[in-house]
Every structure is written in C-alpha cells, then in structure tokens.
C-alpha cells in the first residue's frame, strides 16, 4: 500500500503563495514518480506537476512559471510550491505516486497510489 500524506494547505488572498508537501516512504520517494493533482467542486482531477524518479518534471500549462514541484530529502517528501495564485487554483490537491520506476504515468490511472488531499482556496 503506498502511503502519501499531503499537508500544506490553506486560505490566501490572489497574489499570495503557499507551499503544500507530500510525505511518502523511502522507497517511494526514491524511484516513483511524484505528482500533484488538483481537482475543483464538480471538476475532473487534472494533473498540476510531475516528478519523475530521474528528476524530469513537467506542468500543466497554467501553473508554469508560478507553481515548482520539488523534492524535500530530509523528510521524504515532495513539495509543491505556489507563487501568485489566483481564484482559478481554488481545488482540493492530492499528491499521487506512480509505480516504482523512474517514468511518469501519462494517465491519470496510471498512478497506483492516491493521497486524502488538501484544500487550496485562493479569494479575490
């Protein structure tokens, strides 16, 4: 069972950042893929950023530039760091993991393991 435990989030104003982060075991955190994913009231579960186990990432096309994935080795952990939101990344954001290996899923049900999420809500 993959363990991943997201943290980090909270209420800002539009403008403001905020860091989320991800705690998952060793040997995840080692060799998977690492992603976070957001997913609004009433919307589908879109993929914000990936962290392959070879450290290439990628981004959903609204958040580059402003958003940065990253990994935190002291703790395990995958972060996720949020500059200049906007009401539109209002969403509840989940970490996910893909299977041990070094590629990231291109498909949302290629990830084997889910966190609970946090909630990310950004006023105007």
């Known amino acids: 069972q993959v363990q991943l435990e997201e943290s980090g989030g909270g209420s800002v104003q539009a403008g403001g950042s905020l860091t989320l982060s991800c705690v998952t075991s060793a040997n995840i955190y080692g060799s998977a893929c690492l992603a976070w994913f957001r997913q609004a009231p009433g919307g589908e579960r879109e993929e914000v950023a990936a962290l392959s186990g070879v450290g290439r990432t990628r981004y959903a096309e609204y958040v580059k530039g402003r958003f940065t994935i990253s990994k935190d080795g002291t703790k395990n952990s995958v972060l996720l760091q949020m500059h200049d939101l906007k009401p539109e990344d209002t969403a509840t954001y989940h970490c996910?993991?893909?299977?041990?290996?070094?590629?990231?899923?291109?498909?949302?049900?290629?990830?084997?393991?889910w966190g609970q999420g946090t909630q990310v809500t950004v006023s105007s």
């Open positions: 996910a993991a893909g299977p041990l290996g070094s590629v990231c899923p291109v498909q949302l049900r290629g990830f084997v393991g």
